[in-house]
């Protein structure tokens, strides 16, 4: 029986792997393996025009996490789940102005994919927000209440 255990702790110890010949190599692919061993990949930004539209076409579910008027772009930082296919957003504004001053215009950020992976993407996208102007002259205002988020932005034509 002594033998058998000693047999045993033997084996066991031959078969464990050291961290010489366990070591693998990560080939460099804009991935980031943090310590909790989730993949991290940079994705690029995306330059996108507003448009007016059609604001109740159907969306995929997308989260914007910041946002930030500069100019005539808006920036802002989103989040999705996906990662085998392409993914294509639209900023679509409402042809309905409210009466107010300045006037409010209702916008919504469409997500289109068909990906049904689901890691989790953050990325940075840049609207062009110029088709979105009150009226296309400079210091012209106008607020964007965009769906999703609480508040307004204020944009000023530039």
Do not use: W
Request: hydrophobic letters at 30%; one cysteine or more.
């Amino acid at each position: 029986m002594k033998g058998l255990v000693i047999f045993i702790g033997i084996c066991v110890l031959f078969s464990c792997k050291t961290k010489q010949n366990s070591d693998t190599t990560v080939s460099q692919n804009n991935n980031n393996v943090i310590d909790s061993g989730i993949t991290e990949r940079d994705h690029p930004s995306l330059n996108i025009e507003a448009e007016i539209g059609d604001i109740t076409q159907e969306s995929k579910n997308v989260q914007i996490l910041k946002s930030k008027i500069e100019g005539n772009h808006l920036n802002l930082k989103i989040g999705y789940s996906g990662g085998c296919t392409s993914h294509e957003f639209q900023f679509i504004g409402s042809s309905m102005i409210s009466k107010s001053l300045p006037p409010i215009r209702t916008v919504r950020l469409v997500h289109l994919t068909d990906d049904t992976c689901r890691e989790y993407i953050e990325r940075e996208l840049v609207v062009d927000l110029k088709q979105l102007a009150y009226k296309k002259e400079e210091g012209s205002t106008i607020k964007l209440k965009i769906q999703g988020l609480e508040g307004f932005l204020i944009y000023s034509y530039q």
